[in-house]
Every structure is written in structure tokens, then in C-alpha cells.
């Protein structure tokens, strides 16, 4: 069976598949119906400093390529994350990466400071794009206040790899891209979901309470494919920081698409609505596609996507 184990500044995978963060609760939700072991990493809900009871419902609402959501950030907060949900991550069967959204340098800093002393957490994920809070796109849309950030988190997490989340809500993700390797992102993730909306035309109003959501699913996927093939060109490739595609994966195909482009490993969200065993399936369809392209090591295969004008790539598989 060819390897498919990946490492991401430090975090070893023993497969290329995460899952979103919001997508499957905080540890052990989803273990009636996935393999958690199998998983390459679990990735948790937002945490914020504070408990936050999120957005009024409608909060979701299914579209025909994908949902919206505007949950608005909804978690237990620090306090009760620590006290009830840590004693069940320590038991979790692959490495935790815990995702932390905030509204202020204090916010990230605190909640980050104390993941960094967690033998449980392999990594923090910054949630810096999140579409559906007040305020909740300050810091992602900003090159300059998210190098900021990422440099203020990368000094009270010293000891756990950093990655941050990328939003595609902006003019130019590779410059915040840079500006978040910069302060010192040892990884990023990409992309959180896009700002969209439906209405109801009987009620002509919006079918979401907060108006807009997040859109996710099979209908981002070919632009999240675009945005991480022109982040790894332009800014991961260069700077030696490996990328989290994610985006409307579904299959493995998918999968070995967003490779292709550049992504060290997939997150595989809103599919876990249709299917939750996705992520092992992946793996599956991973190991048959190696066997027939005879290729020994899943990560010969990051960024092995050939554009026009590209030098030859020295590759040992067809
Ligand atoms: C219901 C739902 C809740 C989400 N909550 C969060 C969250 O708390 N933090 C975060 O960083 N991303 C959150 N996301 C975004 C996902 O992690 C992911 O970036 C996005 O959905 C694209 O992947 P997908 O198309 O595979 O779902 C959420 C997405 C969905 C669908």
C-alpha cells in the first residue's frame, strides 16, 4: 500500500484528511458514524474566550450545490472547553487541532496561551475569517492587522505549530496569505466559506436570520481550488509553509485535485452532512489512485500540477 502520510509543520499524519472545523462538534460527536481513527487529524468547532449562544435560527439552510450557515460562532467558550470538553480530547485516536476565533488580540491571545500547555492539542487553527459574526472579518481581511495577530498568537503558542485559517472574502488572498506567513503561520488553511444569501419569495425575506451566510459544499469547490494553486504558487511554494485545501470535497478525486494544486492535506466539511465516513473513503480511493499511477508517497504528489510555461517537473510517476 503506497504511504499516505503527511506532516504539517511538525504534526504527523498518518493520512492527508482533517475535518472542518464546525462541521463535527468538539471530539466524539461523529464516532458513531466515522472511524476517528482512521482520521489524519480532528479539527474542533471555534473556541472563543467567551461562551457565545450564536446567531437566531434560520441558521442553515441547504442549496443546491452546498448549505448556507450563519451558526455566528456559536461554542462553549474557554472556560467550559477546558473543563469539559479536554478530558475528551485526550482520548481521541489522532492528533486534535483546535480552532480559536476571537474579536480582539486579548481574545486570541488568551485562548491561544492556553492550548499551547495542552499535551492533547497537536495544533491551533486561527479562525480569522469567519463570515457570520459582527466584526468577525477585522482581522482576515486585513493584511496588516493579520500579521499582526499571527505574530502576537505565534509568541504565547510557542511550543505548537500555527496555522491560520484563510478567508476568501478579499480582493487578493495571496496578500493575506504572505502577511499571515509573515507574522509566523507555520500552515495555512484555506478557504473558509463565502458570503452569500437566499430569500424566500413568498416571505420576501431572507431565508437566514442573519440576512447573509457562509456558503460551503460542492459549489465552492472549483474556486477553493483556484485560490489554493495560486496561494501555493505565489506564496506557500516560496515560503516552505504547506496548505490545508478544503472547499467542497467530497471525493477522492477532489482530494487528489486540491494535492495537485498544492495542498499538503484536505478538511473535508459539509460532506460529512451527506456522508459522514467521506474522509475514509478518501483514503480508499487515495490508495487505488497511487497503485495505478505507481506512486509510493502521496506527498510526491503536492503541487504536481504542470501550467503552461512551467519547467518540466522531475517526477518518477507518469
Ligand atoms: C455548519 C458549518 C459551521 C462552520 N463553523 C466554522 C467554525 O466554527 N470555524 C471555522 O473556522 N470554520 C467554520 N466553518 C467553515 C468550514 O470549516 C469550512 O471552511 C467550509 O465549510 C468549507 O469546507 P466544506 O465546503 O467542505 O464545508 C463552518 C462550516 C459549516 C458548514
Known amino acids: ?6 506532516d504539517l509543520a511538525g504534526i504527523k499524519l498518518s493520512n492527508p484528511t482533517l475535518t472542518c472545523s464546525g462541521t463535527c462538534g468538539y471530539a466524539f460527536e ?7 481513527s482512521k482520521l489524519g487529524a480532528f479539527v474542533t468547532k471555534s473556541i472563543t474566550r467567551e461562551e457565545r449562544p450564536g446567531n437566531e435560527p434560520t441558521r442553515i439552510v441547504e442549496t443546491r450545490a452546498g448549505m448556507l450557515n450563519a451558526i455566528g460562532l456559536a461554542n462553549v467558550g474557554l472556560d467550559r472547553f477546558l473543563k469539559e470538553k479536554v478530558p475528551l480530547l485526550k482520548k481521541m485516536p ?5 480552532n480559536v476565533a476571537g474579536h480582539s488580540f486579548d481574545d486570541y491571545t488568551e485562548t491561544c496561551a492556553a492550548m499551547d500547555s495542552l499535551d492533547c492539542v497537536a495544533g491551533v487553527e486561527l479562525n480569522v475569517s469567519c463570515p457570520n459574526v459582527k466584526d468577525g472579518l477585522t482581522f482576515g481581511t486585513h493584511p496588516g492587522r493579520l500579521k499582526e ?3 502576537e498568537v ?3 503558542l510557542p511550543h505548537k505549530p500555527l496555522m491560520v485559517k484563510l478567508s476568501p472574502n478579499v480582493e487578493d488572498i495571496t496578500a493575506t496569505a504572505r502577511a499571515a506567513v509573515e507574522g509566523g503561520a507555520q500552515v495555512l488553511t484555506l478557504v473558509n466559506t463565502f458570503t452569500a444569501m437566499a430569500i ?3 416571505k420576501k425575506r431572507p431565508r437566514l436570520a442573519n440576512v447573509t451566510g457562509g456558503l460551503s459544499g460542492p459549489a465552492i469547490k472549483p474556486i477553493a481550488l483556484h485560490l489554493v494553486s495560486r496561494v501555493y504558487r505565489n506564496v506557500a511554494k516560496p515560503a516552505g ?5 478544503m472547499g467542497g470535497v467530497q471525493t477522492w478525486q477532489d482530494a487528489v485535485e486540491f494535492i495537485l494544486a498544492g495542498a499538503t492535506a484536505v478538511a473535508i466539511g459539509t460532506a460529512l452532512f451527506v456522508e459522514p465516513s467521506t474522509p475514509n473513503k478518501i483514503c480508499d480511493g487515495l490508495h487505488e489512485y497511487l497503485a495505478k499511477m505507481k506512486v509510493e508517497r502521496l506527498s510526491e504528489l503536492v503541487g504536481a500540477l504542470q501550467l503552461p510555461g512551467d519547467e518540466p517537473r522531475q517526477s518518477p510517476y507518469p
Open 1 to 6: 500500500m503506497a504511504n499516505l502520510s503527511v
Open 94 to 98: 489522532c492528533p486534535v487541532i483546535v
Open 149 to 151: 495577530l499571527t505574530h
Open 241 to 245: 509553509v504547506p496548505i490545508v485545501g
Open 200 to 202: 424566500d419569495i413568498y
Open 154 to 156: 505565534k509568541k504565547v
Open 30 to 36: 461523529y464516532a458513531d458514524f466515522m472511524d476517528l
